[in-house]
Nanobody, 115 residues
Framework: QVQLVESGGGLVQAGGSLRLSCVAS????????MYWYRQTPGKQRESVAG???????NYADSVKGRFTISRDNVKRTLYLQMNSLKPEDTAVYYC?????????WGQGTQVTVSS
């Protein structure tokens, strides 16, 4: 059974930091491209950052310079270091694992940034 379990969300003041984690089980983690998405009520889920199986990264313009995505293939864990948080970063953050033939989602973790 495939599971992606996110953690690390919470309530933080603007300007603060959080680190999200996503632990994968039931998949060969190292062969998947991994992504962080976020979603707020009434809006579509949007891509925040991605890291390929070879380690190449990409970021949404809104988080460039503030967020850093990384992965530890030994621990089967994806990370998102979020610094200089803004109220507009408030959302449920989801972990995604993608390959050419399959894709999986975690259950999400809430991040709330107060002004």
């Amino acid at each position: 059974q495939v599971q992606l379990v996110e953690s690390g969300g919470g309530l933080v003041q603007a300007g603060g930091s959080l680190r999200l984690s996503c632990v994968a089980s039931g998949i060969t983690f190292s062969i998947y491209d991994m992504y962080w998405y976020r979603q707020t009520p009434g809006k579509q889920r949007e891509s925040v950052a991605g890291i390929t199986r070879s380690g190449r990264t990409n970021y949404a313009d809104s988080v460039k310079g503030r967020f850093t995505i990384s992965r530890d293939n030994v621990k089967r864990t994806l990370y998102l270091q979020m610094n200089s948080l803004k109220p507009e970063d408030t959302a449920v953050y989801y972990c995604n694992a993608s390959s050419p033939i399959s894709g999986y989602w975690g259950q999400g973790t809430q991040v709330t940034v107060s002004s």
